[in-house]
Nanobody, 119 residues
Framework: QVQLIESGGGAVQAGGSMRLSCTAS????????MGWFRQPPGKDREFVASIRRSGGSTNYADSVKGRFAISRHRNLDTVYLQMNDLRPEDTAVYYC????????????WGQGMQVTVSS
């Protein structure tokens, strides 16, 4: 079983920056990738960014390319999301997630944290 603990959310003004962190504990050796998702108010949850455990390749949603950067600690169990040039439309609940090896999709989720960007 895996636990994902997120930190770093809060409020910021447009144009500002924020870094989110997610630390995994438990059976973390068998994950394929870790990712960040978000759910804006009144909308469905959407993909933001991901990073593979092996090789560290990354993937981003078009809406955040060039502004957000996902990275990981060398222990591979902590991932970060550096968010720059934040916009009001980035306001959402952000979730960390883990895609386990052999699974079709992300199966472990953090509790979510609010990020609010004011104009």
């Amino acid at each position: 079983q895996v636990q994902l603990i997120e930190s770093g959310g809060g409020a910021v003004q447009a144009g500002g920056s924020m870094r989110l962190s997610c630390t995994a504990s438990g059976r973390t050796f068998s994950y394929y990738a870790m990712g960040w998702f978000r759910q804006p108010p009144g909308k469905d949850r959407e993909f933001v960014a991901s990073i593979r455990r092996s090789g560290g390749s990354t993937n981003y949603a078009d809406s955040v390319k060039g502004r957000f950067a996902i990275s990981r600690h060398r222990n591979l169990d902590t991932v970060y999301l550096q968010m720059n040039d934040l916009r009001p439309e980035d306001t959402a609940v952000y979730y960390c997630a883990m895609h386990h090896v052999g699974a079709e999709s992300y199966g472990s989720w953090g509790q979510g944290m609010q990020v609010t960007v004011s104009s």
